[in-house]
């Protein structure tokens, strides 16, 4: 038997009338069996025996919510008032599905209110929505299946959380943050109050620019942690991240705290000044700039990121020999190609910072969601081939990952 779908819609003008007509018959056309009145009720027929036996014989209930349908429905009065109420004392019943469809504005029925909807107030992404409504018709849409995960003691969880924790520490290592998040989550999950993995979890979240989430592991991290070496790898993360969503107070907080750790730390102080810059307080950005050089003179980020400021306070010369000692430098990792690029961006040389940031995140692709957060690349956000870059590489990125999937 097919699948019976029944669409309660308001019958308004003829735009809107048209676009449930195509709906009911791109829905016939996949095999499900729609029904609209238009082509179900024949005159002399009734109307209600049509819609009370329609609901109680059909498998879902599709609700088309535009303003006036709505308006109809909370009045009590009408057709789809009436279809409305038979449709939930069903759902009271036996737990029928009313499935909400948002074509205009923003409000729902208070039947609806609390119900999941698919949403076509865009016919640019009809294509998109009908697929998913097709999909969850026949639910297709079923979560993945459970893992075989049980332990004879708790011991044993906690030695399994371990060797994950390993295996993602590898794989963060060789720069699969996918593979290491999926592997910590579940280490996580066993072992709730192993420090390491929670820091390491952070970091991986923010190489990922999921920077939001990745806020409480690091956090727990920090504050749990009795290695300092550990407390600055998690305090760096979470100083990019708080950078990253311009938070940029809190970017200078953990700089600091970085900094009272190891008053040399050639990334704290460049993620400092780099946060100076975004704020325009350009001598303190020297300032720091020129400690990282101090500790190490081929620091080749630190020579881009004073480039940047010399450039901002119209220092032109002693820019340019900046961009000099760089190019006599060799670029070790993703970083430098990254740091490489903003340089360039900010000397408004815009295709050798499109060249490096290629580079950047072919490299590492840790550098495409913090590039796109950057504001130090505001200089050519609007370069069409900017976003060529993110949509081409996030793109061949997402591939890689369903691969391995």
Same mark, same amino acid.
């Given at each position: 038997?097919? *699948?019976?779908?029944?669409?309660?819609?308001?019958?308004?003008?003829?735009?809107?009338?048209? =676009?449930?007509?195509?709906?009911?018959? @791109?829905?016939?056309?996949?095999?499900?069996?729609?029904?609209?009145?238009?082509?179900?009720?024949? *005159?002399?027929? &009734?109307?209600?025996?049509?819609?009370? $036996?329609?609901? $109680? !014989?059909?498998?879902?209930?599709?609700?088309?919510?535009?303003?006036?349908?709505?308006?109809?429905?909370?009045?009590?009065?009408?057709?789809?008032?009436?279809?409305?109420?038979?449709? /939930?004392?069903?759902?009271?019943?036996?737990?029928?599905?009313?499935?909400?469809?948002? $074509?205009?504005?923003?409000?729902?029925?208070?039947?609806?209110?609390?119900? #999941?909807?698919?949403?076509?107030?865009?016919?640019?992404?009809?294509?998109?929505?009908?697929?998913?409504?097709?999909? =969850?018709?026949? #639910?297709?849409?079923?979560?993945?299946?459970?893992?075989?995960?049980?332990?004879?003691?708790?011991?044993?969880?906690?030695?399994?959380?371990?060797?994950?924790?390993? +295996?993602?520490?590898?794989?963060?290592?060789?720069?699969?943050?996918?593979?290491?998040?999926?592997?910590?989550?579940?280490?996580?999950? *066993?072992?709730?109050?192993?420090? &390491?993995?929670?820091?390491?979890?952070?970091?991986?979240?923010?190489?990922?620019?999921?920077?939001?989430?990745?806020?409480?592991?690091?956090?727990?991290?920090?504050?749990?942690?009795?290695?300092?070496?550990?407390?600055?790898?998690?305090?760096?993360?979470?100083?990019?991240? /708080?950078?990253?969503?311009?938070?940029?107070?809190?970017?200078?907080?953990?700089?600091?705290?970085?900094?009272?750790?190891?008053?040399?730390?050639?990334?704290?102080? $460049?993620?400092?000044?780099?946060? =100076?810059?975004?704020?325009? %307080?350009?001598?303190?950005?020297?300032?720091?700039?020129?400690? &990282?050089? !101090?500790?190490?003179?081929?620091?080749? %980020?630190?020579?881009?990121?004073?480039?940047?400021?010399?450039?901002?306070?119209?220092? +032109?010369? /002693?820019?340019?020999?900046?961009?000099?000692?760089?190019?006599?430098?060799?670029?070790?990792?993703?970083? @430098?190609?990254? %740091?490489?690029?903003?340089?360039?961006?900010?000397?408004?040389?815009?295709?050798?910072?499109?060249?490096?940031?290629?580079?950047?995140?072919?490299?590492?692709?840790?550098?495409?969601?913090?590039?796109?957060? @950057?504001?130090?690349?505001?200089?050519? #956000?609007?370069?069409?081939?900017?976003?060529?870059?993110?949509?081409?590489?996030?793109?061949?990125? !997402?591939?890689?990952?369903?691969?391995?999937?």
């Amino acid at each position: 038997m097919p *699948l019976k779908v029944f669409i309660s819609y308001k019958f308004q003008d003829t735009s809107r009338n048209t =676009w449930v007509d195509q709906l009911y018959r @791109d829905l016939r056309e996949v095999g499900i069996d729609a029904k609209l009145y238009n082509y179900e009720v024949a *005159l002399g027929e &009734s109307f209600s025996e049509y819609m009370t $036996r329609g609901i $109680r !014989e059909c498998d879902y209930l599709l609700f088309i919510i535009t303003p006036e349908a709505v308006k109809a429905i909370e009045s009590g009065n009408g057709a789809l008032a009436f279809e409305m109420e038979i449709a /939930n004392a069903r759902r009271i019943k036996d737990g029928f599905r009313i499935i909400p469809i948002f $074509r205009e504005g923003i409000e729902t029925s208070t039947y609806l209110s609390d119900h #999941r909807y698919l949403d076509f107030r865009n016919d640019d992404n009809y294509d998109d929505g009908f697929a998913e409504l097709i999909q =969850w018709l026949f #639910r297709k849409i079923k979560p993945p299946p459970l893992g075989n995960l049980s332990f004879e003691s708790e011991r044993d969880a906690i030695n399994h959380a371990r060797e994950l924790v390993k +295996i993602a520490r590898k794989e963060f290592e060789d720069k699969n943050y996918l593979e290491a998040q999926k592997k910590l989550e579940i280490a996580i999950h *066993l072992d709730p109050d192993d420090i &390491s993995s929670l820091g390491l979890y952070g970091r991986t979240l923010t190489n990922l620019g999921k920077f939001e989430k990745a806020i409480v592991p690091l956090t727990k991290g920090i504050e749990l942690t009795q290695f300092s070496s550990n407390r600055k790898l998690y305090l760096t993360s979470r100083m990019i991240s /708080n950078y990253c969503m311009g938070k940029y107070d809190l970017t200078i907080e953990d700089g600091n705290k970085i900094i009272e750790i190891s008053p040399k730390h050639r990334q704290g102080h $460049r993620l400092r000044a780099i946060t =100076w810059i975004a704020l325009k %307080c350009f001598e303190r950005a020297i300032a720091d700039i020129n400690i &990282s050089l !101090e500790e190490k003179n081929d620091y080749l %980020c630190g020579h881009a990121i004073k480039a940047i400021i010399l450039q901002k306070i119209n220092d +032109i010369a /002693n820019a340019q020999k900046e961009m000099d000692i760089c190019a006599s430098l060799k670029t070790k990792d993703g970083v @430098d190609f990254y %740091c490489l690029s903003l340089a360039y961006a900010n000397i408004g040389n815009s295709d050798k910072a499109i060249e490096m940031l290629i580079k950047a995140i072919q490299n590492d692709s840790k550098c495409l969601p913090r590039a796109k957060a @950057d504001p130090l690349f505001g200089e050519i #956000r609007d370069d069409h081939r900017f976003e060529i870059v993110f949509s081409t590489l996030s793109s061949s990125i !997402e591939q890689a990952e369903n691969l391995e999937e």
